[in-house]
T-cell receptor, first 115, second 113 residues
Framework: DTAVSQTPKYLVTQMGNDKSIKCEQN?????MYWYKQDSKKFLKIMFS???????INETVPNRFSPKSPDKAHLNLHINSLELGDSAVYFC??????????????FGSGTQLSVL | KQEVTQIPAALSVPEGENLVLNCSFT??????LQWFRQDPGKGLTSLLL?????REQTSGRLNASLDKSSGRSTLYIAASQPGDSATYLC????????????FGKGTLLTVNP
């Protein structure tokens, strides 16, 4: 029943490692997003894909590489993890892209801790 | 650059009380404004979305208002319940912003039984 699901829920890893977070939505939405919530609780957009095409890249370091194999999936791969990457990463999706009624549906988040 | 501020940062009220959460934004030329709820360990749930041409939206015990000219929105919760305890976030979208939302830091609401 889960609309937007992301895995894993928790990820603890060492500096310098490479890790991936997966996201899937079963809502039939065309647009998917990755947001980052830092320790100060600010949510900021990182990437947005529409029908597998990148439409927003919010000057995120190129160590972060999103991949969308189809419009229901948007995975986030992170190379050479740094301490500052520790945060909660949220996946989201929406259908009415660009509409004044566009609502976002969020996953439950992945808490990444880099040691 | 759009900035969104939410006051207070935290609020604790007894059950049954009516309450108001505040959101202010610096650029009044918004496309829409959304209120979200975030529960610990969970994602965000969209509660209400107000289009730039609207003044308010209602859903059950929730009422959100929008005053674009003054850059303010309020979320009114009537007859609060312990289950309303959560963090409430406000987010705005500017026209032509490629569907990017700018979020406030949220208000942590605790409703005590």
């Amino acid at each position: 029943d889960t609309a937007v699901s992301q895995t894993p829920k928790y990820l603890v890893t060492q500096m310098g490692n490479d890790k991936s977070i997966k996201c899937e939505q079963n809502l039939g939405h065309d647009t998917m997003y990755w947001y980052k919530q830092d320790s100060k609780k600010f949510l900021k957009i990182m990437f947005s894909y529409n029908n597998k095409e990148l439409i927003i890249n919010e000057t995120v370091p190129n160590r972060f590489s999103p991949k969308s194999p189809d419009k229901a999936h948007l995975n986030l791969h992170i190379n050479s993890l740094e301490l500052g990457d520790s945060a909660v990463y949220f996946c989201a999706s929406s259908q009415e892209q660009g509409s004044v009624n566009e609502k976002l549906f969020f996953g439950s988040g992945t808490q990444l801790s880099v040691l | 650059k759009q900035e969104v501020t939410q006051i207070p940062a935290a609020l604790s009220v007894p059950e049954g009380e009516n309450l108001v959460l505040n959101c202010s934004f610096t650029d009044s030329a918004i496309y829409n404004l959304q209120w979200f709820r975030q529960d610990p360990g969970k994602g965000l749930t969209s509660l209400l979305l107000i289009q730039s041409s609207q003044r308010e939206q209602t859903s059950g015990r929730l009422n959100a208002s929008l005053d674009k000219s003054s850059g303010r929105s309020t979320l009114y919760i009537a007859a609060s319940q312990p289950g309303d305890s959560a963090t409430y976030l406000c987010a705005v979208r500017l026209p032509g912003s490629n569907y990017k939302l700018t979020f406030g830091k949220g208000t942590l609401l605790t409703v005590n039984p």
